[in-house]
Antibody, heavy 121, light 108 residues
Framework: EVQLVESGGGVVRPGGSLRLSCAAS????????MSWVRQAPGKGLEWVSG????????GYADSVKGRFTISRDNAKNSLYLQMNSLRAEDTALYHC??????????????WGQGTMVTVSS | DIQMTQSPSSLSASVGDRVTITCRAS??????LAWYQQKPGKVPKLLIY???TLQSGVPSRFSGSGSGTDFTLTISSLQPEDVATYYC??????????FGPGTKVDIK
């Protein structure tokens, strides 16, 4: 079964750091680009960051640029998001998502259930 | 930055109705447009990619169209299980993606 399982969320004070992990299974992880997408409580989806298959290219939303770092370890079938200088507005459910390999499909076909990050003093 | 808008922000329709949701980009994005369905408490599900290609396993009552700046998602005959929020998503380039604000669909 194709699966993405996130971990590492929790409660952190403003200015603090967290590292999220996403464990992939059921598919050849290093064949796919990956992203992190977040959803604040009661709000819409916000793309956060993406990485290509080998980690050679990355992208970030303006809201997190300079504070978050995406990485991957293909040997461990894992995706990571290092989050520094956290703010209250970073409070959200963080999903990892697999980018589809269908031709011209710049979209996400598999999503994890998410890990909750709460930034509060 | 290319901005995405969706209209309406919410709608209520009867079972069997044809429902159309619009997504508009502030600049042309070719066909780099996808649609997702998110039911309450669930993760998003990919419905359409490349503006009009139906994702495998998605019912044929869903369809997408458009290119450039204006795109539509159509549900040909609304079903009770289609109650959800629908998001468009564009691909900018260089691994940059943006979601639209969402359209909430309810049954009247």
């Amino acid at each position: 079964e194709v699966q993405l399982v996130e971990s590492g969320g929790g409660v952190v004070r403003p200015g603090g750091s967290l590292r999220l992990s996403c464990a992939a299974s059921g598919f050849t992880f290093d064949d796919y680009g990956m992203s992190w997408v977040r959803q604040a409580p009661g709000k819409g989806l916000e793309w956060v960051s993406g990485i290509n298959w080998n980690g050679g290219s990355t992208g970030y939303a303006d809201s997190v640029k300079g504070r978050f770092t995406i990485s991957r370890d293909n040997a461990k079938n894992s995706l990571y998001l290092q989050m520094n200088s956290l703010r209250a507005e970073d409070t959200a459910l963080y999903h990892c998502a697999r980018r589809s390999r269908e031709v011209a499909a710049y979209a996400f076909d598999i999503w994890g259930q998410g890990t909750m990050v709460t930034v509060s003093s | 930055d290319i901005q995405m808008t969706q209209s309406p922000s919410s709608l209520s329709a009867s079972v069997g109705d044809r429902v159309t949701i619009t997504c508009r980009a502030s600049q042309g994005i070719s066909n780099y447009l996808a649609w997702y369905q998110q039911k309450p408490g669930k993760v998003p599900k990919l419905l359409i990619y490349a503006a009009s290609t139906l994702q495998s396993g998605v019912p044929s009552r869903f369809s997408g169209s458009g290119s450039g700046t204006d795109f539509t998602l159509t549900i040909s005959s609304l079903q009770p299980e289609d109650v959800a929020t629908y998001y468009c998503q564009k691909y900018n380039s260089a691994l940059l993606f943006t979601f639209g604000p969402g359209t909430k669909v309810d049954i009247k």
